[in-house]
């Protein structure tokens, strides 16, 4: 081939390897996870594992961090773009100034057991005992608070000790460290099964507050919506599969290869988020309750201006 025709042909290569570079572009988001991994995550677990991220060219990455406040560290400095977070957490940061808002509802009715020494057989027993919790100003403090004082055991009258994440609880409990703490499935389900005593779900006392969500840096989501619209419908089809009883033995597999979670406690976890309907489809932070979350933290001091969900929503981050 002449020179020139062959140069022709290569500048027409390039040209033609330029114009399908757009097509080929693969969106990436980094996830702010607390601890290494959780059942709350299912639904992502599920779209990442059916290759559905693939085709959508969604790259997802899950970085570890120690607690719901440091995922919302680590977000307001922009080191991640999602952070999966107890949502009072999430609130406080846009409180404060943070670059967040919350961008979904992850899980509504909260999947939490207390869970204590087998030596505990009540509430009571716990008066001058050491429990655990997520942190100081966690979500799980309501939670375990709004229990304790339903069962006639006021704050003061036990102690604090703090991790962020479930499995760090859990094995602090296994460890005979301390006499009770608050387990997300399927680690409650674990306890369970290793003779611990459960005290209660906290569904059955603290109503209409939503749990977990996803918060993404507000100057990250501006320039990426089209990742943002992925993650969403990634999600919504994650939860609709996941619903259909006939993928329950496949979704109980993915959530083992995930996190490493005994199949007998992780199943029993399908059941009982089932049995919750702790995913919602749509995640809609409007209708999901989150105001009577902002009004508890508005009440107790934790958020100082306005409660005005727009401070801490904003929809056209998903349009």
Partial sequence: MP?????????????????????????KIVVG????GSSTHWPLYIAMEKGWATEAKLGLEFISIPSSAAVMQQLAAGAVDVGTTGLADALRGADKGAPARVLRIEIGPSPYEVVAAPTVKSWTDLRGKTVMIGGVKDITRIYFEDMAKANGLKPGEYDY???????????????????ATILAPPFNFK????????LGTSATYTKNVPFTGYTVNINWAQKNK??????LDLYARGIDWFYDPKN???????????IKTDPKDTADTYDFFVKL???????????????????????????EGSTELSRFYDASLTK
């Fill in 161 to 179: 000790i703090y991790a962020g994440a479930t499995a760090a609880r859990f094995a602090a409990l296994a460890s005979g460290s301390i006499a």
């Fill in 3 to 27: 020179t020139f025709k062959r140069l022709a042909f290569v500048a027409a290569l390039g040209l033609l390897a330029a114009a399908a570079a757009p097509a080929m572009a693969q969106d």
């Fill in 226 to 231: 089209p990742a943002i619209r992925k993650l």
């Fill in 33 to 36: 996870d607390v601890g290494s």
């Fill in 191 to 198: 306890a369970l099964g290793a003779g611990f005593t459960s």
């Fill in 277 to 303: 309907k702790v995913f919602e489809r749509d995640g809609d932070v409007a209708k999901s309750g989150i105001e009577n979350l902002i009004k508890i933290l508005k009440d107790q001091g934790e958020i």
């Fill in 248 to 258: 329950k033995d496949e979704a109980v597999a993915i959530l083992v290869k995930r």
